[in-house]
């Protein structure tokens, strides 16, 4: 039998380099085929030599032969990590096997490696059957809107509240993640009810739809604490905070037993005759059960779909939605003649949405833009800063977003 030739130790070599480059996919191969085979024929010791014997192989090695390699391994589940993770972090031809097929990289691994490479690798990576929340986190932490897009899109993909809130301010000027975010199932009311007020007529149509439902179970579970509380004059501040959100009735009515005027649709006739004044406002708001802030917020809402929430919430008629358009002094119809078709809008949310569901949104609104309203909370407002939930709650977050919200101006 011929013996087999001795290995060369030196430096050089006598291999014309097509031989060479030959050789070196051969014995890639061989290596890629020892790693594959099953864990029960062989060590796991051998099966991570095999992967380090392969990683100094691949390291010079042309982008088709490391292709090759990561076609081979990425179906492996006892794949060497180390290799898979130097793979991941290749040019992307190489790299798109691993991030997006390879079920051996953990979590760990997936956050080290999004950290470290280009958008388009975190956009494979965003494509991935199933993402953890954790791995979502560092996704989004880059802001980059494909990126974004894509994770948003994937129904495999699990979002912690950290995530949420941070597209839900980038949202306020990039109306795309709005639509997105509807589709996700782990968008609270707090989310929903905040993007309201940035939100697109067609998306505020599907918020209100999704998050304006009746609170009859709080309700009922609450009804024996009214008396309690009232007993107790009201003395914890919070408890009344989330009373009022709770209550049935929606009026206030000892506002209008204070009021110059004689209810609240003797205030709203008032303001189409005047205008709406600051003074009037105020009377408005309280009448509606809502603080000042809340009122003013509705009533300069550009869209307007928020008044027609305003009105049907305490029970106020049809008309008086046309009645605080006229006050506002904003067209009642169009060139046409006919009802402009932003008034017809908020006229068809008026019709859309029942009362009870209304003083929900209302409520809710109420609650989240001015309970939190203390000192700290509004210089975050005033230096553009979302708190942090943890310390404030998450009406201190709705309040920062939505007062500090500043409309990108309108290129005509």
């Known amino acids: 039998m011929q013996a087999q030739p001795a290995l060369e130790l030196t430096e050089t070599t006598q291999a014309k380099p097509a031989d060479a480059i030959g050789i070196r996919r051969q014995l890639a191969k061989r290596l890629a085929d020892v790693i594959c085979i099953p864990e029960s024929q062989l060590a ?46 290749d040019d992307l031809q190489v790299a798109r096997h691993i991030l997006e097929k390879s079920n051996s990289l953990t979590d760990s691994d997936l956050i080290q490696i999004a950290r470290k490479v280009p958008k388009d690798h975190r956009k494979v990576i965003a494509q991935r059957r ?40 980038m949202s306020r000027n990039h109306h795309r993640y709005v639509d997105l975010l509807q589709t996700r199932v782990e968008l609270r009311p707090s989310h929903g009810l905040t993007m309201f007020w940035w939100a697109k007529p067609e998306a505020r149509k599907k918020i209100l739809k999704r998050f304006s439902i009746a609170r009859s179970v709080l309700q009922d579970s609450c009804a024996d604490l009214y008396p309690k509380a009232a007993a107790s004059g009201w003395s914890d501040p919070a408890v009344r905070k989330a009373l009022q959100f709770i209550e049935r009735r929606q009026r206030n009515r000892a506002a209008m037993d204070r009021s110059q005027f004689e209810g609240l649709e003797a205030a709203l006739e008032a303001a189409e005759v005047n205008g709406l004044t600051r003074e009037i406002t105020q009377e408005i708001s309280y009448m509606a059960g809502i603080k000042p802030a809340t009122g003013a917020q509705i009533l300069t809402d550009p869209s307007g779909e928020a008044i027609a929430i305003l009105c049907k919430a305490p029970g106020l ?10 006050a506002l002094k904003r067209p009642m119809v169009d060139e046409s003649g006919n009802t402009d078709p932003q008034l017809a809008r908020v006229i068809s949310t008026y019709d859309e949405i029942s009362t009870d569901k209304a003083q929900t949104v209302l409520r809710y ?44 101006p309108t290129i005509s």
């Open 317 to 326: 008629k049809r008309d008086y939605v046309n009645k605080i358009w006229k």
């Open 44 to 89: 796991p010791q051998e099966r991570h030599m095999a992967g380090d014997v392969l990683v100094e192989l691949l390291r010079e090695a042309d982008i088709e032969l490391r292709e090759r390699v990561a076609k081979r391994l990425v179906m492996l589940n006892e794949a060497p990590r180390t290799i898979l993770v130097i793979l991941a972090k």
């Open 130 to 169: 199933k993402i953890s929340d954790a791995v979502v986190d560092v996704l989004v932490e880059f802001l980059e809107e494909e990126v974004v897009e894509t994770v948003l899109q994937n129904k495999g993909a699990n979002f912690s509240e950290t995530a949420l809130q941070r597209i839900l301010r």
């Open 365 to 408: 609104w109420n609650w989240s833009l001015t309970s939190s309203l203390n000192a700290d909370v509004l210089r975050h407002i005033k230096d553009g800063v979302i708190p942090r939930e943890e310390d404030y709650g998450a009406a201190a977050i709705t309040a920062a977003l939505v007062f500090g919200y500043k409309p990108e």
